[in-house]
């Protein structure tokens, strides 16, 4: 290859010896070394599945740099659905996550970098904690909302205070475990009490309609927004339910919409089921984020 760079005319090249022969050899190996290279990315891939989302250039250099969370970073958003960013201490470990919004979830357990020093071990462990961060997050927000959602007075303080705590994606979905509950206790008494449901959904939004017009921090009214237009679904739901009398928990309208079901005495991953029609599905707690929400209607339902 130096003697066909330093030629500058192809005839004088075909007459340099054993050029073919050469130029054959040299694809040969090339195709031996990109095999062997794509064996072990595919190798990787398969130890992290979330890598078969990335590139193979864009992989090389993960690998290359794998202590190097600055540069790893800018790769999250392509395996991620939330998480843009990480925050790394002194020592090297792993204590927050960070979305694109600009929320921070700290990790209930920490990831060291020391301590798995491969990329694919540590992407693991973190995958793992923000999950298992999420979970025990969700039991705290159930408890902590459930008295807000039923108190007769709601104090628009403790409401943002509430928010400020949690990250958003679990502040709602606290919210539409209490609200499942209370609908199927109330249709498990033959409608009883839905009147009064309906009455705290209408509490719920005239002090989210309050808290907008404060001067909140631009995450916390994201927060507020998204709020919002849960409990316009939550309410129009029990609206229809209050319409056609409905009086079962086996009550088409309520076996069609998507419930939340809450076990706080499972296994911390299997607390959570998500429940439409016949389907039941355990809750993956894949961190969201704080995007942009679609409004609820019966086409988003299904």
Not at 94 to 122: C, M, Y
Not at 169 to 185: D, E, G, N, P, S
Request: net charge negative; proline share 4%; with cysteine.
């Amino acid at each position: 290859m130096k003697k066909a760079n330093k030629t500058p005319y192809v005839l004088d090249v075909l007459n340099i010896p054993n050029v073919q022969k050469s130029l054959e050899r040299l694809a040969e190996m090339l195709n031996k070394i990109q095999k062997a290279l794509g064996e072990y990315l595919e190798k990787e891939r398969v130890s992290f599945p979330r890598f078969y989302f990335v590139g193979d250039e864009d992989l090389l250099e993960m690998i290359g740099n794998s202590n190097d969370t600055l540069r790893i970073a800018k790769h999250f958003k392509k395996m991620f659905a939330g998480i843009s960013g990480v925050q790394v201490s002194d020592d090297n470990v792993i204590t927050a996550v960070v979305s694109k919004e600009g929320e921070v979830l700290p990790l209930k357990r920490e990831v060291s970098l020391i301590k798995l020093p491969k990329i694919n071990d540590w992407l693991t462990a973190l995958d793992i904690s923000v999950k298992a961060t999420l979970a025990e997050l969700l039991t705290d927000a159930v408890t902590v909302f459930e008295p807000i959602f039923h108190s007769s007075e709601l104090d628009v303080d403790t409401f943002i205070e509430y928010l400020t705590t949690f990250p958003a994606q679990i502040a709602i979905l606290a919210a539409q475990v209490v609200w499942t509950k209370a609908v199927q206790q109330s249709l498990e008494a033959a409608g009883q009490g839905l009147s009064k449901l309906f009455d705290c959904e209408v509490r719920v939004l005239e002090m989210l309609a309050e808290s907008v017009l404060q001067d909140l921090p631009a995450l916390t009214r994201r927060k507020c927004e998204h709020f919002i237009t849960e409990a316009v679904h939550q309410r129009d739901l029990i609206s229809k339910l209050l319409k056609i009398e409905a009086n079962s928990p086996g009550h088409y309208m309520w076996i069609l919409s998507m419930r939340y079901v809450f076990e706080p005495e499972a296994e911390l991953m299997d607390r959570l089921h998500v429940e439409m029609a016949n389907a039941r599905l355990n809750y993956g707690y894949e961190y969201l984020g704080a995007p942009d929400r679609l409004v609820r209607t019966p086409l988003t339902d299904r």
